[in-house]
């Protein structure tokens, strides 16, 4: 399937860049998972270590400061161990399995970083962390940046208990409902945000809620989604079936057969980064250098997960 969705998808046609700091930033990232006991069996540490969520935090902030860099890989880390948790360890099969880890993260959210607030007991390592990385978002002083990092994070979590209420069920959502959802369940907005910390200059909130920005940003966030979702079908039909992915809900909707299926989400990936394209040029031609930030955020998204995913065992 990875070799079919090489051939399918229209590389994204916009410069592929690298963090020089790429391995320094890695290793202390696994450090920081191991220190805060986010995985504490070696077969975690490898499957985390295959993703290599440095080497896409390097190419979607190529030019950040390291310590950015560095706060942008632990937060890949940490969605990459919390996504596993629920999709491969079980944490996800259902609503009443997952909703106290959920309650215990709304409520470490709920503090927004707070560096005097006592450390979080009852979200485990996953709630440790979680409160770090605010924490040392909150360190940065941009308030807007992280009301709104809080917020997508929120909105992702809740997004989870979605998921395991349709595998409890073993439902298969319909397109429109699953687009919709999966720009919650990629965490490509929390990432997005933590990227945008890399820039000085970024729209104020009243430029940010511009339609024409909004729709540039959920057209990134379902670029780098369906990607993903492309790339990981064969290893989900293989091992795990599950009702999310953009191929499966196709198939669902449609009755079509599994290439067709496949072909037809490949189709709307390469529709969608045309369209992407047009709206970030009209944007550019008129943006300030906060909204030339925010298309940068975006377009190195885009790429970097192309990229990264023609290289990540993680969909081996």
Known sequence: ??????????????????????ELAAGESAGWVRELGLIDDPAGL????????????????????????????????????????????????????????????????????????????????????????????RARQRPALLLRLVSQLREYLLALLWEAANREHRRVPGVAEYVQMRRHTGGA?????????????????????????????????????WCNDLFSYGKERSSAPDGHNLVTTIAGETEQDEESALRAAAARFNAALVAYGERESALAAGGDEAVLAFLTTRRNWIRATYDWSLAASRYA
């Open 46 to 137: 490898r499957r985390l270590a295959g993703a290599n969520p440095a080497e896409l935090a390097g190419r979607a902030c190529p030019g950040g400061p390291l310590d950015r860099l560095r706060l942008l890989t632990d937060l890949i880390s940490w969605l990459f161990v919390m996504d596993d948790a629920c999709d491969e360890d079980g944490l996800g099969a259902s609503p009443t399995r997952l909703a106290p880890t959920v309650a215990g993260l709304l409520e470490v959210l709920d503090r927004q970083g707070d560096p005097d607030a006592p450390a979080p007991v009852g979200a485990g390592p996953l709630g440790v962390a979680l409160h770090d990385l605010c924490r040392r978002a």
């Open 189 to 225: 907005r929390p990432s997005f945000t933590l990227t945008e910390l890399a820039y000085d200059a970024v729209p104020e909130p009243g430029r940010r809620a511009d339609p024409a920005l909004a729709a540039v940003d959920d057209l990134a966030a379902d670029l780098v989604c």
């Open 1 to 22: 399937m990875r070799s079919f969705a090489v051939s399918a998808l229209r590389e994204p046609p916009f410069p592929a860049r690298r963090h020089p700091a790429v």
